[in-house]
């Protein structure tokens, strides 16, 4: 027995130092795998459903063929070739995010220099809100509480307007006076529509926007379609006021007269009423009115909205000036 137990000591300290080098391989090959695993999920997240450089995990095991009298590679160049073939993978995956990375960028050189041009563009387009006008009609969103519109006498003009003057509705002129012959079409679609989701808005923004192209019979059938269809509405006070302007910048005195004194008669809370019976004197001038008749509309207007005219720096000089020139008292 004393003999056998060093043997048995030897034998079994070699067997312990031969499966070493197996234990250290068999830890190499797992911390591969655990890299392939990892390479094959990064390829999955950076292209999905693309083609991938590694083969997926659930493909179906393929029989190896064994070429009889040839050795089998080494571990440590399986190994070596496994590590290259990760190598290759994750140039080739650097190299695809580099040139998406590249892509992006221009796309958002291009994008940025689109919302440049755009917010040019804007900048550069005349706005509705500017005054086009000695007093000019801005757009504003405000909506009043509607209220009917007065009723008509039986004589064919309307009843006193809220200053309760008597001011008389304007005779009927020539109203072809100076109409032109011939409509410019090709200019009228060259006006953008507005888009702002309310049908009356988006009327009377057009028909604004023709009226500053001077496009005149194109803009009084917008404002007549908002005056007709909607008479209630806030909008109602501005289209037909700047129906009656159209027809004065398009040298139609008598129907602008006409169109004035219904925005004024109407409409007398609207915004617009003060402007329309400043512009019916002009018109009233226009049509070689006797000069009482001007300095009545004049009376009316300071009567009815004095303060709204002492307010109004330009409609008060206007005024002035007006009462002068007709030589009113």
């Not at 988006?202 to 001077?214: E, F, H, M, Q, V």
Request: proline residues 8%; neutral net charge; hydrophobic residues 35%.
């Amino acid at each position: 027995m004393m003999r056998r137990f060093p043997i048995v000591t030897i034998l079994l300290a070699a067997s312990a130092l031969g499966s070493t080098p197996a234990v250290a391989q068999s830890n190499v090959e797992g911390r591969v795998g655990r890299l392939e695993s990892e390479m094959r999920a990064v390829q999955r997240k950076v292209f999905p459903g693309g083609n991938a450089y590694v083969e997926p995990d659930n493909v179906a095991a393929q029989p190896q063929t064994v070429i009889p009298g040839t050795p089998a590679a080494s571990p440590v160049a399986d190994l070596t070739a496994r590590v290259d073939s990760l190598e290759s993978q994750l140039r080739q995956m650097t190299g695809e995010i580099e040139t998406n990375q590249h892509r992006v960028d221009v796309l958002e050189g291009r994008l940025k220099t689109l919302e440049a041009d755009a917010a040019a563009a804007r900048a550069a387009a005349p706005s509705p809100s500017t005054s086009s006008g000695e007093f000019g009609d801005q757009p504003a969103m405000e909506r009043p509480a509607d209220r009917p519109a007065p009723a008509r006498s039986p004589s064919g003009g309307v009843g006193p307007g809220r200053g309760g003057g008597t001011l008389e509705a304007p005779t009927m002129g020539d109203p072809t006076r100076g109409a032109p012959a011939v409509t410019n079409a090709a200019a009228t679609t060259s006006v953008e529509r507005p888009e702002t989701g309310d049908p009356v808005e988006d009327t009377y923004l057009y028909g604004y926007r023709l009226w500053t192209a001077k496009q005149y019979a194109q803009a009084e059938t917008q404002f007549k379609t908002v005056v007709s269809k909607y008479p209630k509405h806030k909008r109602a006070s501005y289209a037909q006021n700047l129906l009656g302007r159209s027809y004065l910048d398009d040298d139609k005195p008598s129907l602008a007269s006409l169109a004035f004194y219904d925005s004024y008669k109407n409409w007398p809370d609207g915004d617009r009423a003060p402007e329309s019976l400043f512009y019916l004197a002009q018109a009233l001038v226009k049509l070689d009115k006797p000069a009482a008749q001007v300095c009545k509309v004049y009376t009316e207007l300071q009567r009815t909205y004095g303060a709204k005219v002492d307010a109004d720096a330009r409609m008060k000089a206007g005024v002035a000036k007006g009462r002068a020139a007709s030589n009113c008292s």
